[in-house]
């Protein structure tokens, strides 16, 4: 036991008082504080700027051309100005010749509307520009009602308030929210997974960097492997987890802080931010994070100590690494029918039940006994990764200059 509680504080002091980890951790640290503060430093740019500047750019002159061909004359310059801003309108009988026009860059949208159809011919659009076909669409449907509602003699003032009504109500949740906790659960899905990932490559750099050290050798000899293995993948693990813990935490502290701005920034995300986490939920989330992180991180150790230089760990970490990004995509369509057969399979599979199981609650109804089964099998599973990966540990590491297949993998666990 003494020798465990050795490797255990050697390995975690000795990755978190390094320049790298300190370095790192405060560079995560300024970013983190940095976009969760983004409102504040936009409102702030804005006022800098002044609102004379955007009153000005308001009233800049329209910058592209636009043709549009309609039999009905309620599409006024008013009208196509109020719903298609930006451009500069011209009136013709048709547009026959309208793909001609666009390419060759005389006009950026030509548009034929008659009724409810319409015909559009617009320069080329990306993703983030999204075309005009919303705006498009918009003016049309509400040109339609007001003509239809004007005709049957409805005043102006009312065809508005028809228009303009909006239900006002609340809906009360009996039970779970789950439109709520489901982005609870895809999130901490996407933690598990960059946890895995980066600082299971803290465990697997540390071995392979101490049996080419050659040191090795001697913590073989005056530790069981088990113990050895224990220590440094809790160790080193507890370094990492230490630094992800400070970065949630300062992530926690600067969105509050800045919750405020968040509403009048961007309200869909400050209504995500603004979630609650029962007491319940809290303990699960931590628990299914720490069976992924550290299932798979023995497993990446039991394949790093078969490695005999840096240049090979990453060829022998590649199953390991295969079976997160498996598991990390089955999570994402399993969220979308957490009641399929194979989510439900899936999520009681060592290194897969993690994410899907966490997920299955944060979406579903899941039975406590089911989650009870899961964490014993999650918990038992870690156990047995340690056992088996220290056999291969206590063989692996006394191979040099050899690069062991799959197979020679799977002998060592079983060799004495």
């Known amino acids: 036991m003494n020798q465990f509680k050795t490797i255990l504080k050697f390995e975690y002091f000795g990755y978190v008082r390094t320049k790298a980890f300190i370095i790192t951790t405060v560079l ?3 970013i983190v504080a940095a976009a969760s503060s983004l409102p504040m430093f936009i409102n702030a740019f804005n006022s800098i700027r002044g609102d004379a500047d955007i009153s000005a750019a308001s009233d800049d002159e329209p910058s592209m051309n636009a043709l549009i061909a309609s039999p009905s004359a309620i599409f006024t310059d008013e009208v196509l100005s109020a719903y298609l801003p930006g451009y500069m309108w011209t009136r013709a009988d048709n547009i026959d010749n309208a793909w001609e026009a666009i390419e060759s860059g005389d006009y950026d949208l030509a548009l034929r509307i008659d009724g409810l159809n319409y015909t559009a011919y617009e320069r080329t659009t990306s993703l983030i520009t999204q075309g005009s076909q919303h705006a498009i669409n918009f003016m049309i449907k509400d040109v339609y009602q007001r003509e239809f509602l ?3 003699g409805f005043a102006a003032d009312e065809i508005d308030h028809v228009l303009h009504s909006h239900p006002i109500g609340e809906i009360i949740v009996v039970g779970t929210d789950y439109t709520q906790t489901f982005w609870i659960g895809y999130v901490m899905m996407i933690l598990m997974f960059f946890a895995m990932i980066l600082y299971g490559q803290f465990v697997s750099t540390s071995v392979v960097v101490e049996k080419s050290s050659k040191a090795m050798e001697l913590l073989i000899t005056s530790a069981k492997p088990f113990q050895l293995m224990m220590g440094k993948v809790l160790g080193v693990g507890m370094a990492g ?4 813990g400070a970065i949630l935490l300062a992530a926690f502290v600067f969105i509050r802080l800045n919750q405020a701005s968040w509403n009048d920034f961007n309200p869909a995300v400050a209504a995500i931010m603004e979630m609650s986490m029962s007491g319940s939920l809290i303990l699960l989330a931590l628990l299914f994070f720490l069976f992924s992180f550290f299932s798979y991180a023995f497993v990446l150790a039991g394949f790093a100590c078969t490695a005999s230089r840096m240049e090979e760990l990453q060829t022998i970490a590649l199953i390991p690494t295969l079976i ?13 029918m957490p009641d399929a057969a194979y989510v439900k399979i899936c999520s009681f599979i060592p290194m897969l039940s993690p994410m899907l199981m966490f997920m299955r609650i944060c979406i579903a109804d899941v039975p406590i006994a089911e989650i009870i089964a899961a964490c014993a099998i999650n918990a038992a599973a870690i156990f047995a990764f340690a056992f088996v990966c220290s056999r291969i540990y206590k063989v692996g590491v006394m191979l040099y200059g050899k690069k062991p297949r799959v197979k020679d993998i799977l002998r060592y666990a079983f060799k004495s």
């Open 241 to 244: 987890l230490t630094q992800f």
């Open 28 to 30: 995560f640290f300024v």
């Open 150 to 152: 004007d005709g049957r």
């Open 324 to 336: 997160a990004v498996a598991t990390f995509y089955v999570a994402i369509a399993g969220s979308m």
